[in-house]
T-cell receptor, first 111, second 111 residues
Framework: KQEVTQIPAALSVPEGENLVLNCSFT??????LQWFRQDPGKGLTSLLL?????REQTSGRLNASLDKSSGRSTLYIAASQPGDSATYLC??????????FGQGTRLTINP | DVKVTQSSRYLVKRTGEKVFLECVQD?????MFWYRQDPGLGLRLIYF???????EKGDIPEGYSVSREKKERFSLILESASTNQTSMYLC??????????FGSGTRLTVV
């Protein structure tokens, strides 16, 4: 059974810092990996999708990498801002197009 | 951008009521999904559908059913609502081998 782990569970940093969120998965036979952001009480917003043939994707201050052989993905956030405060979820897409989620990293950026 | 619309943002229902949660997507995605999200348990898949009139059980289908009569619409039905079905319900859609798009969620309270 595919398991997805996100470390750390919570992170608090001062504004302006660069930071890395980690995601690991047990089965490397995945199709895609997707990073989401969730604000309290809201739905999930897609940040980046990395397809299985890709190694990274970038959008603005965000960069996500994927290493299938080691079962790891990282989400890099540059020059963090208070508006980046949210829960970040990693999810892998395996068979049957189903997402398997990690438990998330709750990020707080302090002004 | 793909839009996934959930009909209600907040819903309060009584125990034993039949509850319908509606979800509509506007980008002709073949796959649609219903998840529930609870503190400490993360996101759990209830049901999903690959095509019109097709449905598959997810990880926690008990107490729920679904309907997909049109490609753009996927309904979640609570046959007889119970207090343990109080939760945040999230609908999502995807095109096979591409990323997911989620709706903004329905917070259901059963009293």
């Amino acid at each position: 059974k595919q398991e997805v782990t996100q470390i750390p569970a919570a992170l608090s940093v001062p504004e302006g810092e660069n930071l890395v969120l980690n995601c690991s998965f047990t089965d490397s036979a995945i199709y895609n990996l997707q990073w989401f952001r969730q604000d309290p009480g809201k739905g999930l917003t897609s940040l980046l999708l990395i397809q299985s043939s890709q190694r990274e994707q970038t959008s603005g201050r965000l960069n996500a990498s994927l290493d299938k052989s080691s079962g790891r993905s990282t989400l890099y956030i540059a020059a963090s801002q208070p508006g980046d405060s949210a829960t970040y979820l990693c999810a892998v897409i395996k068979g049957a197009q189903k997402l398997v989620f990690g438990q998330g990293t709750r990020l707080t950026i302090n002004p | 951008d793909v839009k996934v619309t959930q009909s209600s943002r907040y819903l309060v229902k009584r125990t034993g009521e039949k509850v319908f949660l509606e979800c509509v997507q506007d980008m002709d995605h073949e796959n649609m999904f219903w998840y529930r999200q609870d503190p400490g348990l993360g996101l759990r898949l209830i049901y999903f559908s690959y095509d019109v009139k097709m449905k598959e059980k997810g990880d926690i289908p008990e107490g729920y059913s679904v309907s997909r009569e049109k490609k753009e619409r996927f309904s979640l039905i609570l046959e007889s609502a119970s207090t343990n079905q109080t939760s945040m319900y999230l609908c999502a859609s995807s095109r096979t081998n591409y990323g997911y798009t989620f709706g903004s969620g329905t917070r259901l309270t059963v009293v």
